[in-house]
T-cell receptor, first 113, second 108 residues
Framework: EADIYQTPRYLVIGTGKKITLECSQT?????MYWYQQDPGMELHLIHY???????EKGDLSSESTVSRIRTEHFPLTLESARPSHTSQYLC????????????FGEGSWLTVV | QKEVEQNSGPLSVPEGAIASLNCTYS??????FFWYRQYSGKSPELIMS????GDKEDGRFTAQLNKASQYVSLLIRDSQPSDSATYLC????????FGAGTRLTVKP
């Protein structure tokens, strides 16, 4: 079973608010990812990190930012939420200890009203 | 061309039938291949991984890999309504790439 945790699981916030989605893993994985996925649609990679102090933008442009100060922690921040940010955000990690298998957190459902 | 392509679906099979899901990938140096299942509103969960050419069986699931044809498939035997989900093909070549998914419905 994967030890990767996301909080909050569900959040409804107003337009213009700042929000940080937390993601933590206890597997010591170097690589971590954030995906955005609308219901019934495909996964879109928005950010990834190969290790501490490494962050990159993914295939889908996003107004969010990420940081990687510690190996186990990869938070995603929206400085000013908009209704277009309403979606599910999935955090994932991969590492040698998991045999190059990617494991997902349970997801954070964000609704911006 | 997308790096990982799946048959678009949706795919509908009767209960007890074999469901066949297909995936092609573009990067010849890809080494690791995975099938994930995603129920509606949930995160993807790993079903199978396969690394070498041939078949790999796990219960009702069989993954097939053909690196020469850059093709990987998943067969689900004796399909059950609980198998109804979206199936994601993933290929690891320096980084993990996912297909768009194939939605499978198993009708009782």
């Amino acid at each position: 079973e994967a030890d990767i945790y996301q909080t909050p699981r569900y959040l409804v916030i107003g337009t213009g608010k700042k929000i940080t989605l937390e993601c933590s893993q206890t597997m010591g994985h170097d690589k971590m990812y954030w995906y955005q996925q609308d219901p019934g649609m495909e996964l879109h990679l928005i950010h990834y990190s190969y290790g501490v102090n490494s962050t990159e933008k993914g295939d889908l442009s996003s107004e969010s930012t990420v940081s990687r100060i510690r190996t186990e922690h990869f938070p995603l921040t929206l400085e000013s939420a908009r209704p277009s940010h309403t979606s599910q955000y999935l955090c994932a990690s991969i590492g040698r200890s998991s045999g190059n298998t990617i494991y997902f957190g349970e997801g954070s459902w964000l609704t911006v009203v | 061309q997308k790096e990982v392509e799946q048959n678009s679906g949706p795919l509908s099979v009767p209960e007890g039938a074999i469901a066949s899901l297909n995936c092609t990938y573009s990067d010849r140096v890809s080494q690791s291949f995975f099938w994930y299942r995603q129920y509606s509103g949930k995160s993807p969960e790993l079903i199978m991984s396969i690394y070498s050419n041939g078949d790999k069986e796990d219960g009702r699931f069989t993954a097939q890999l053909n690196k020469a044809s850059q093709y990987v498939s998943l067969l689900i035997r004796d399909s059950q309504p609980s198998d109804s989900a979206t199936y994601l093909c993933a290929v690891n070549c320096n980084d993990m790439r996912f297909g768009a998914g194939t939605r499978l419905t198993v009708k009782p």
